[in-house]
């Protein structure tokens, strides 16, 4: 019904459970019917599915490789936290818009760059911000100049910010047992010589953290590093396979979780970024204010993130829309990312979806 409404190519919806990896439920559309290679696919037939734009063949949950946009969010909020850049206390003057110096020739104002916060189309910034506001509100100002530094403002800078990354999951396959996992892309300053032979940017660092420029990831990826940020920063593999019996019933071997690595980050640390998430679905202004379900505690991000496409008449480029959460916040039981190619505003699209997914879940419990 998503992709319906906002006519988009494709759509993911994968829920997990943070205790363990297992994989509760996933869905990637377009999909296509397996009975026809059961029965015998024909030539044309084959042909029609190879050469659909919207690729039925690609389990885009696990392959599929997108900007995350501001889903990214918690990893520069993280990392900077961890490494003593920022604190719960430290605030950044979002004005709308900041305009960051050319590296080469910074004393000329006529080739500063600028950067904006998407709320700069109703013609204004978010003002003065800390890390869980921003996080809730989705400020893309304060991540550019956590990230990359502005003024008096130090930044985390992009090798901590690749680092980050990837302790996060992204930049790796996941491991699950799924064929054809694509790993994504985390870039760095020697990624960017080696395949466009330029020099890293500080304005790469800025687009890289709020999840655009450079980096790629699959909603499968997303989804976990969300999962480690609800289970207090543990990341494990993601499994299907619940249970293997044998002919007679008999149970051969159980799920057992499986870890990849427990983040580096402290848990009071990562307890500020699952504020920022609650805020962002409780807060009145917060982006994900559709998923607050009655007698049920969310916490999750909104993400919008553009692409190469048609500009509108107002010359935006278009935005893929995502969503990640997780409930019940104090003890996270399930974890659910929804992805919508092409959807437009995470916050309009993705988090509806989500919201019905979680209603159906705990249906029980919620009224």
């Known amino acids: 019904r998503g992709l319906e409404q906002r006519k988009g190519a494709s759509g993911v919806a994968i829920a997990m459970s943070p205790r363990t990896g297992e994989i509760l439920g996933m869905v990637s559309l377009p999909a296509y019917d397996n009975n026809a290679f059961a029965r015998g696919i024909s030539i044309s037939q084959y042909a029609a599915l190879i050469e659909d734009p919207t690729r ?6 696990i392959s599929g490789l997108y900007p995350p946009g501001s889903t990214f969010k918690i990893i520069p909020a993280a990392g900077a936290l ?3 850049v920022i604190s719960l206390n430290t605030t950044v003057y979002d004005p709308g818009i900041i305009w960051l110096p050319n590296q080469f020739f910074p004393n000329d104002p006529s080739l500063a760059q600028p950067f904006y916060c998407w709320i700069h189309k109703y013609g204004h910034g978010h003002g003065n911000v800390n890390v869980t506001a921003a996080l809730t509100v989705s400020c893309d100002v304060f991540f550019y100049v956590v990230a990359g530094g502005y003024q008096n403002q130090r930044g985390l800078g992009e090798p901590l910010l690749a680092y980050y990354a990837r302790q996060f999951g992204l930049g790796e396959p996941t491991g699950i047992d799924l064929p054809a996992e694509n790993p994504g892309l985390v870039p760095d300053s020697r990624w ?4 466009l032979a330029e020099p890293w940017l500080t304005g790469d660092t800025y687009n890289m953290a709020i999840g655009q420029g450079f980096v790629l990831a699959t909603p499968l990826q997303m989804l976990n590093a969300f999962a480690a940020v609800a289970n207090g920063g543990y990341l494990y593999q993601p499994q299907v396979v619940r249970q293997i019996v044998d002919a007679s019933g008999n ?3 159980d799920l057992q979780p499986r870890l990849i690595r427990q983040l580096p980050i402290s848990a009071e640390n990562l ?4 504020r920022g998430l609650y805020g962002a679905v409780h807060w009145p202004n917060g982006t ?3 998923a607050n379900l009655p007698g049920l505690e969310v916490a999750g991000k909104t993400g919008t993130a553009e692409f190469p496409g048609e ?3 107002d010359g935006h480029l278009p935005t893929h829309a995502w969503f990640v959460a997780f409930a019940p916040y104090q003890d996270p039981e399930i974890a659910v990312v929804v992805f919508v190619e092409g959807g437009g ?3 309009e699209t993705a988090v509806p979806i989500a919201a019905e997914i979680l209603k159906a879940y705990f249906e029980p419990t919620t009224p």
Request: charged share 40%; no cysteine; net charge positive.
């Open 82 to 84: 961890e490494e003593g």
């Open 192 to 195: 960017k010589r080696i395949n």
């Open 271 to 274: 307890e500020i970024v699952r």
């Open 56 to 61: 039925p063949l690609v389990n885009h949950a």
């Open 311 to 313: 500009r509108d008449k």
């Open 288 to 290: 994900a204010f559709r």
């Open 251 to 253: 149970v051969v071997r």
């Open 345 to 347: 505003e995470g916050s």
